[in-house]
Antibody, heavy 114, light 109 residues
Framework: EVQLVESGGGLVQPGGSLRLSCAAS????????MHWVRQVPGKGLVWVAS????????DYADSVKGRFTISRDNAKNTLDLQMNSLRAEDTAVYYC???????WGKGTTVTVSS | QAVVTQEPSLTVSPGGTVTLTCGSS?????????PYWFQQKPGQAPRTLVY???NKHSWTPARFSGSLLGGKAALTLSGAQPEDEADYYC?????????FGTGTKVTVL
């Protein structure tokens, strides 16, 4: 079955860190760019970060640049997002996605609150 | 960072045709922005409908088509069905950054 499964979400205090992971299966993971996308419930989609198929090129939204790091392990078919210096405005559902082949995870919720 | 603008809401009659557009604050949208279109229904993850302006997956209903129109990316729904009621988002690539559009809520009524 083609799927992406996120994990690692939860409640964290402002200034804290969290690492999200995404496990891929059922498609040739190492052929494609991968993305993290977030969404506050009831609001629009926001692109967070992307990584190329080799893991050698990473791109970030201005709002997370310098705080978040995207990475991948093609041997393990996993995608990660290390989130540091978290802020209340980072609270959202985080999706990992391979948009090119229309594979999306169900999302994991990150809540930044004291 | 660029702002990508879509119509906030559109209404289409069952069987009717509606065109959603996706504009960029930096100027005309071109194929070099590799426009994507996504559909999202309540409580669900998004689904990719169109990639690279006009390419569709085998599972994308034939009634959806993507194009460039008047300096914007466009998604046309021809022969709307009740199940097409959803939020639609475009995504544009700007070299090292991607930006989602503001989203369009489509009502089939």
């Amino acid at each position: 079955e083609v799927q992406l499964v996120e994990s690692g979400g939860g409640l964290v205090q402002p200034g804290g860190s969290l690492r999200l992971s995404c496990a891929a299966s059922g498609f040739t993971f190492n052929n494609y760019w991968m993305h993290w996308v977030r969404q506050v419930p009831g609001k629009g989609l926001v692109w967070v970060a992307s990584i190329n198929s080799y893991g050698s090129t990473t791109d970030y939204a201005d709002s997370v640049k310098g705080r978040f790091t995207i990475s991948r392990d093609n041997a393990k078919n996993t995608l990660d997002l290390q989130m540091n210096s978290l802020r209340a405005e980072d609270t959202a559902v985080y999706y990992c996605a391979c948009v090119r082949v229309d594979v999306w995870g169900k999302g994991t919720t990150v809540t930044v609150s004291s | 960072q660029a702002v990508v603008t879509q119509e906030p809401s559109l209404t289409v009659s069952p069987g009717g045709t509606v065109t959603l557009t996706c504009g960029s604050s930096t100027g005309a949208v071109t194929s070099g922005h590799y426009p994507y279109w996504f559909q999202q229904k309540p409580g669900q993850a998004p689904r990719t409908l169109v990639y690279d302006t006009s390419n569709k997956h085998s599972w994308t209903p034939a009634r959806f088509s993507g194009s460039l129109l008047g300096g914007k990316a466009a998604l046309t729904l021809s022969g709307a069905q009740p199940e097409d009621e959803a939020d639609y988002y475009c995504l544009l690539s700007y070299s090292a950054v991607c930006v989602f559009g503001t989203g369009t809520k489509v009502t089939v009524l």
